[in-house]
Nanobody
């Protein structure tokens, strides 16, 4: 069983919305900054958003800023990614991960889940 489990992906038309969830029962969640990444076919895994342990520091990639919202519920060991105004270029496998050190590179994170597929049709 992987440390983190993502869910909520699916097929949606451009302009639509999805809400992704990331949960765990296997790793310490509350004390870590958590992040969302995505990887499209043939492309490198890229940073989407991160949220600090208390939720007071949030960072977004320029490509999603203003459309996506990251949040967390530490009592439920769950992080969310609300995605609005989706575009075909948002199509990717979305992952959550735990941040080990400052940075936005995948090597700065661990405890990856299996990912959840988001497909946006035009």
């Amino acid at each position: 069983q992987l440390p983190l489990v993502e869910s909520g992906g699916g097929l949606v038309q451009a302009g639509g919305s999805l809400r992704l969830s990331c949960t765990t029962s296997r790793i310490t969640f509350n004390f870590y900054t958590m992040g969302w990444f995505r990887q499209a076919p043939g492309k490198e895994r890229e940073f989407v958003a991160s949220i600090s342990s208390s939720g007071d520091i949030i960072v977004y990639a320029d490509a999603v800023s203003g459309r996506f919202t990251v949040s967390r519920d530490n009592a439920e060991n769950t992080m969310y990614l609300q995605m609005n105004s989706l575009k075909p270029e948002d199509t990717a496998l979305y992952y959550c991960a735990r941040r080990l050190r400052p940075g936005r590179d995948p090597v700065d994170f661990d405890s990856w889940g299996q990912g959840t597929q988001v497909t946006v049709s035009s």
